[in-house]
C-alpha cells in the first residue's frame, strides 16, 4: 500500500509581468501550448483524487486538462496547497517587495526572505508548514490512492523539501514549470520518494512522451 502524489503547477497566467507578484488572487490563465493539456490527460492516472487550491487558475487548469479525460472527478479545494499570499505586496515589483521586507535576500530564487511576512500576508515559510501538514494528513488518510493536485510552484516546492528534509531555502532553485507534472511516492514503509521533478509531458510534435504513465 503506497500513496503516489502527481503535483501539476497550474498554466500561465494571462499577461504576467515578468518580475511583478501577481496583483490579484484571482489571476486568469491561458493555454500557449494547446498540446499540453491533452498530453496531461494522458499522462496523469486515470483512478486518482483531484484537488486544487483556492485560487481560480488552479481550477481552470484543471478543467482544461480534464476536457480530455473520459472521466470527470470531483475537484476538491484545499487551501493547503495555495501560493504564498503576498498581502500589500501583490501587484509590486520584486525589488519594490524586497526593499519593504528590509532589502536582504535570504534565498536564491524568491523574491523576498522566507521567514518575512508581509502586512495582511503570509512568509514562505507559513506556506512550508501547511503544506507539511496536509501531506502528513494525506499520508494518514490516503495510504493506498493516488492524487493530483493541482497547484502552485512554491507549495510544490515545498512539498519537495518536506518530503526531502531539505532546507526550505535550497529547494527555491529548483525549477517548476506551468503545466508540468512533479511525481512522489510515499512507500509502504512510511518513506517518501521524490520520482520526477519538473516534467513536461509533451516532445516537440506535441505528442505524449512515450512511456508516460497512465
Known sequence: ?????????????????????YPSEDVEIEVPLPEAPQ??????????????SPMHRTRMTAEAILAHADHRPELKVVPEI??????NYMGLTYQEAL???????DNDHWPIPLGHRPPEGESYQDVHDR???????????????????????GPIKSAI????????????????????????????????RVEAVNVLPWNADGYPVPGSPR
Open 1 to 21: 500500500m503506497a500513496l503516489r502524489l502527481f503535483w501539476v503547477r497550474h498554466g500561465p497566467v494571462l499577461g504576467r509581468q515578468a518580475g511583478v507578484i
Open 39 to 52: 498530453a496531461l490527460a494522458a499522462h496523469l492516472p486515470r483512478d486518482a483524487d483531484w484537488v486544487i
Open 82 to 87: 495555495a501560493e504564498q499570499y503576498f498581502g
Open 99 to 105: 526593499a519593504r521586507a528590509g532589502g536582504v535576500k
Open 131 to 153: 503544506v507539511g501538514r496536509i501531506l502528513d494528513r494525506w499520508a494518514n488518510e490516503h495510504s493506498d490512492r493516488d492524487i493530483v493536485a493541482v497547484a502552485h510552484g
Open 161 to 192: 523539501a518536506h518530503v526531502l528534509q531539505i532546507p526550505l531555502g535550497a529547494v527555491t532553485r529548483v525549477l517548476i514549470d506551468n503545466f508540468s507534472v512533479t511525481r512522489m511516492h510515499r512507500l509502504p514503509d512510511g518513506l517518501w
